[in-house]
């Protein structure tokens, strides 16, 4: 393994302390694993999380190695570290500051990615603010590899889905084989295949960058071929990904759906990362970069200890991390204090729209998901005029919010196990009171289609947007306002060869939407 140029070797003189004062070095060090210990202990849920979703989730799996990683990188350095004059930094501690606020607005939103990496990322901010820039400049790889133990990554699943199945069904029809694709699904002579989450390659994809993170810090010590690798790490999995998925479907194909299709088809696909990664890395390792030869600490002039920051500096300093990494879990704790009040059970009920009728015969098409115990209310309705297909709506309202029980909040399945998404944006759509925005979303099951809109009101406010219902509900809990949030979703049924009936869902909106409003000011909307 190759050696960093030393970068103390590069530091004016009055950075480093004269043998004098290794006694206010060895302070400031235990002062600021006072301070990291402290942050582990404040945020301790916040990480547990972490560990959480490392232990169920293969994907995350590699977090439990980022941690003793990290800690074994930055005591490479111990020496050159115990060498630098700790220097107080303003900065970091505003930087503290802004980090404990974003948790505190992730907590209060239950945000968890954004409260793991503002929790994460107070340890750095920790590590500025006692011992200065040198310090971070030093542990600069160290403090960043431990963001890769956030479990982050869920967003690019439906794109990977759509490139591995684009990239499945594109070399097969290059080899000759037919196939019909129908969103993530594509069928064969031979039988049907399905790119599902564990296909996605994202997995790989993470693996791949945290390994090649690692062997680009220790093989390479130019940025320019650092880049590169990283740059390989992340390309070459998704393209390796869209391989083993064709490989895997032409050898069911070829054997007549008797390899391939069981648990031999994740094995096949370990072993063929496992092959990949290591010609990656073999080849990466071709160009690497001799170790650099270690600088000698420069000797101490007579006076440098006059820039030296002095004992009571870097207490202050560390008083004021403890002090700011200890005021917003106080603060969350004060916003949490209603979570789990006992409210009356309300019962929604809503009167037909006008010029719509509600058929109670008919069983919805389909039933989204949510969290808790919401007010609900589900009808089918159609127009008095008989024209048109059936409308469904579903609403779901919140007096209060808390963790697992509001209005956004994560689903494994969000639209059930028979329905596959295939296009999703959000929609402008004009009514009788001005335009408001709606999530579209198009279902698909075999030959039919449900066209879905869905918008929130969160605090009396409606949007289309998840951001903003979560700024609202963050805002409104740290401020004790009103927290009521409701969830109203319209959809209809259509064949695949028929046009998405957007005009019905709009003429049932612009009727519905003002009974609806009415009834939701009626409900109790105290904090």
Same mark, same amino acid.
């Given at each position: 393994?190759?050696? $960093?140029?030393?970068?103390?070797?590069?530091?004016?003189?009055?950075?480093?302390?004269?043998?004098?004062?290794?006694?206010?070095?060895?302070?400031?060090?235990?002062?600021?694993?006072?301070?990291?210990?402290?942050?582990?202990?404040?945020?301790?849920?916040?990480?547990?999380?972490?560990?959480?979703?490392?232990?169920?989730?293969?994907?995350?799996?590699?977090?439990?190695?980022?941690?003793?990683?990290?800690?074994?990188?930055?005591?490479?350095?111990?020496?050159?570290?115990?060498?630098?004059?700790?220097?107080?930094?303003?900065?970091?501690?505003?930087?503290?500051?802004?980090?404990?606020?974003?948790?505190?607005?992730?907590?209060?939103?239950?945000?968890?990615?954004?409260?793991?990496?503002?929790?994460?990322?107070?340890?750095?901010?920790?590590?500025?603010?006692?011992?200065?820039?040198?310090?971070?400049?030093?542990?600069?790889?160290?403090?960043?590899?431990?963001?890769?133990?956030?479990?982050?990554?869920?967003?690019?699943?439906?794109?990977?889905?759509?490139?591995?199945?684009?990239?499945?069904?594109?070399?097969?029809?290059?080899?000759?084989?037919?196939?019909?694709?129908?969103?993530?699904?594509?069928?064969?002579?031979?039988?049907?295949?399905?790119?599902?989450?564990?296909?996605?390659?994202?997995?790989?994809?993470?693996?791949?960058?945290?390994?090649?993170?690692?062997?680009?810090?220790?093989?390479?010590?130019?940025?320019?071929?650092?880049?590169?690798?990283?740059?390989?790490?992340?390309?070459?999995?998704?393209?390796?990904?869209?391989?083993?998925?064709?490989?895997?479907?032409?050898?069911?194909?070829?054997?007549?759906?008797?390899?391939?299709?069981?648990?031999?088809?994740?094995?096949?696909?370990?072993?063929?990362?496992?092959?990949?990664?290591?010609?990656?890395?073999?080849?990466?390792?071709?160009?690497?970069?001799?170790?650099?030869?270690?600088a000698a600490l420069p000797p101490?002039?007579?006076?440098?200890?006059?820039?030296?920051?002095?004992?009571?500096?870097?207490?202050?300093?560390?008083?004021?991390?403890?002090?700011?990494?200890?005021?917003?879990?106080?603060?969350?704790?004060?916003?949490?204090?209603?979570?789990?009040?006992?409210?009356?059970?309300?019962?929604?009920?809503?009167?037909?729209?006008?010029?719509?009728?509600?058929?109670?015969?008919?069983?919805?098409?389909?039933?989204?998901?949510y969290a808790g115990n919401p007010?609900?209310?589900?009808?089918?309705?159609?127009?008095?005029?008989?024209?048109?297909?059936?409308?469904?709506?579903?609403?779901?309202?919140?007096?209060?919010?808390?963790?697992?029980?509001?209005?956004?909040?994560?689903?494994?399945?969000?639209?059930?196990?028979?329905?596959?998404?295939?296009?999703?944006?959000?929609?402008?759509?004009?009514?009788?009171?001005?335009?408001?925005?709606?999530?579209?979303?198009?279902?698909?099951?075999?030959?039919?289609?449900?066209?879905?809109?869905?918008?929130?009101?969160?605090?009396?406010?409606?949007?289309?947007?998840?951001?903003?219902?979560?700024?609202?509900?963050?805002?409104?809990?740290?401020?004790?306002?009103?927290?009521?949030?409701?969830?109203?979703?319209?959809?209809?049924?259509?064949?695949?060869?028929?046009?998405?009936?957007?005009? $019905?869902?709009?003429?049932?909106?612009?009727?519905?939407?003002?009974?609806?409003?009415?009834?939701?000011?009626?409900?109790?909307?105290?904090?």
């Amino acid at each position: 393994m190759s050696v $960093q140029l030393d970068q103390v070797a590069r530091l004016p003189d009055a950075a480093v302390w004269p043998h004098g004062n290794r006694h206010g070095q060895r302070q400031a060090m235990l002062l600021l694993l006072l301070a990291l210990a402290a942050v582990a202990l404040l945020y301790h849920a916040t990480f547990w999380s972490m560990v959480e979703l490392w232990s169920r989730s293969q994907t995350f799996a590699h977090g439990f190695l980022i941690v003793p990683i990290s800690c074994w990188l930055a005591w490479r350095q111990r020496a050159r570290l115990a060498a630098l004059t700790p220097r107080p930094s303003g900065p970091g501690l505003l930087l503290l500051g802004a980090l404990g606020l974003a948790w505190l607005l992730a907590d209060a939103a239950n945000v968890p990615v954004v409260e793991q990496y503002a929790a994460t990322a107070m340890l750095p901010a920790c590590v500025l603010a006692i011992l200065g820039w040198p310090a971070v400049r030093l542990l600069a790889f160290p403090l960043t590899y431990l963001f890769l133990a956030v479990p982050f990554g869920e967003v690019f699943l439906e794109p990977l889905i759509d490139f591995t199945a684009t990239f499945t069904v594109t070399a097969l029809q290059w080899t000759g084989v037919p196939v019909f694709r129908d969103g993530s699904n594509f069928s064969l002579p031979t039988g049907n295949w399905s790119v599902v989450e564990a296909c996605s390659g994202l997995r790989y994809l993470i693996a791949a960058l945290a390994l090649g993170a690692l062997f680009a810090h220790v093989n390479f010590h130019s940025t320019r071929r650092r880049v590169a690798v990283m740059a390989a790490a992340l390309l070459v999995p998704i393209l390796a990904n869209g391989v083993r998925a064709y490989l895997i479907v032409i050898l069911g194909h070829l054997s007549n759906m008797r390899l391939a299709v069981g648990v031999d088809h994740l094995i096949y696909g370990w072993l063929f990362f496992g092959l990949v990664a290591l010609l990656l890395f073999w080849l990466a390792a071709r160009w690497r970069e001799l170790p650099l030869a270690r600088a000698a600490l420069p000797p101490t002039r007579p006076g440098a200890s006059a820039a030296a920051a002095t004992p009571r500096a870097v207490v202050r300093a560390s008083i004021a991390c403890l002090l700011l990494a200890v005021l917003w879990p106080a603060l969350a704790l004060a916003s949490h204090r209603d979570d789990n009040a006992r409210l009356p059970a309300i019962v929604l009920a809503l009167p037909d729209p006008p010029a719509w009728h509600r058929l109670p015969a008919v069983p919805p098409a389909w039933q989204a998901p949510y969290a808790g115990n919401p007010a609900r209310f589900a009808a089918t309705y159609a127009r008095q005029d008989g024209d048109g297909a059936p409308v469904g709506l579903q609403l779901h309202w919140y007096a209060r919010q808390a963790r697992d029980a509001e209005l956004l909040t994560h689903q494994p399945l969000p639209y059930g196990a028979r329905w596959t998404p295939l296009a999703q944006r959000v929609r402008h759509v004009d009514l009788s009171g001005g335009s408001i925005g709606v999530r579209e979303s198009v279902l698909a099951h075999g030959g039919e289609r449900l066209l879905l809109w869905r918008v929130y009101r969160q605090g009396g406010i409606v949007t289309a947007r998840p951001a903003l219902v979560k700024l609202l509900l963050a805002q409104a809990k740290l401020l004790g306002r009103r927290q009521d949030g409701a969830d109203l979703i319209v959809f209809a049924v259509y064949d695949e060869l028929a046009p998405p009936p957007r005009a $019905q869902l709009q003429a049932f909106l612009r009727a519905a939407l003002p009974v609806i409003e009415q009834r939701l000011q009626e409900l109790p909307h105290g904090p």
